[in-house]
Nanobody, 123 residues
């Protein structure tokens, strides 16, 4: 499985970014997928995870109302739309797939990781 996260960058507080996770040689359809982030000096934490059947999507408390995870099976891509970004959202963001149900939305339950994309929120 090869995953590629992209779409990060520098944005002002209150701005928006859409992160993209694309897969090659592997279909993301019917796969539990998660977005995680790791700030400097901190552990990698779950941001949002979607179940393989798309029945439910988990959002970390800090992302509720601001972040939206979606997938496009035709493009074999998963997105993380992030609005109203805050300086504390600054981190490297990673996408990952789970070989099982992907719950809880924690790194331990995710098996295949892409390289991250840097998000910096600063004025």
């Amino acid at each position: 499985v090869q995953l590629q996260a992209s779409g990060g960058g520098l944005v002002q507080p209150g701005g928006s970014l859409t992160l993209t996770c694309a897969a090659s040689e592997f279909t993301l359809e019917m796969t539990a997928i998660g977005w995680f982030r790791q700030a400097p000096g901190k552990q990698r934490v779950g941001v949002s995870c979607i179940s393989s059947s798309d029945v439910d999507t988990y959002y970390a408390e800090f992302g509720k109302g601001r972040f939206t995870l979606s997938r496009d099976n035709d493009k074999n891509t998963v997105y993380l739309q992030m609005n109203n970004l805050r300086p504390e959202d600054t981190a490297v963001y990673y996408c990952a797939t789970s070989n099982s149900i992907g719950r809880p939305c924690q790194t331990l339950y995710y098996d295949n990781w892409g390289q991250g994309t840097q998000v910096t929120v600063s004025s």
